[in-house]
């Protein structure tokens, strides 16, 4: 019997401020390193959590998209929304807030409640910081 995986998505948007700061970097490094991101600035970030796993035959579903959703709501996008994330946001502390940084943080906040749902498996967090630029991450890997 052929099983059928499917990677399902749900998206969040939040809006927050930050700013891109090195602590192993001088004022002048700094800023010749993230020109205007240096300044405290603000974004409309858009967050996508891709969970893959079987079609449940007698739900004919992954996991409920709207379980995701809430999931989502509760453990993201109502730590970060509004939030300077640079200093309002605990799990963020002393994290450069780049896209990156933040599609790693998210992982780590949201992949435990993912982990109740197995088979599903957490499969990509990606963090749109603006329109045209994101980041993606699949987790860590061995070693
Ligand atoms: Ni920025």
Same mark, same amino acid.
């Given at each position: 019997?052929?099983?059928? $995986? %499917?990677?399902?998505?749900?998206?969040?948007?939040?809006?927050s401020?930050?700013?891109? !700061?090195s602590a192993?970097?001088?004022?002048?490094?700094?800023? *010749?390193?993230y #020109?205007?991101?240096?300044?405290?600035? #603000?974004?409309?970030? *858009?967050?996508? %959590?891709?969970?893959?796993?079987? !079609?449940? *035959?007698?739900?004919?579903?992954?996991? +409920?998209?709207?379980?995701?959703m809430?999931?989502?709501?509760?453990? $993201? %996008?109502?730590? !970060? +929304?509004?939030?300077?994330?640079? +200093? +309002? %946001?605990?799990?963020l502390? #002393? !994290?450069?807030?780049?896209?990156?940084?933040l @599609?790693? @943080?998210?992982?780590?906040r949201?992949?435990?409640?993912? @982990? @109740?749902?197995?088979?599903?498996?957490?499969?990509?967090?990606?963090?749109?910081?603006?329109?045209?630029?994101? *980041?993606?991450?699949?987790?860590?890997?061995a070693g």
């Open positions: 019997m052929s099983q059928h $995986i %499917v990677e399902i998505v749900h998206r969040e948007e939040f809006s401020a930050h700013r891109l !700061v192993s970097l001088t004022d002048e490094e700094n800023r *010749a390193l #020109g205007p991101c240096y300044s405290l600035h #603000g974004h409309n970030y *858009a967050v996508e %959590v891709t969970v893959r796993g079987p !079609v449940r *035959a007698e739900t004919g579903m992954v996991m +409920d998209l709207n379980r995701l809430a999931l989502m709501q509760e453990h $993201i %996008v109502s730590e !970060v +929304d509004h939030k300077y994330l640079n +200093d +309002d %946001v605990p799990y502390e #002393g !994290v450069i807030t780049t896209a990156e940084n @599609a790693i @943080a998210f992982w780590r949201l992949h435990p409640h993912i @982990a @109740a749902f197995e088979p599903c498996l957490l499969h990509r967090i990606r963090v749109y910081e603006s329109r045209l630029n994101f *980041a993606d991450y699949h987790g860590p890997t």
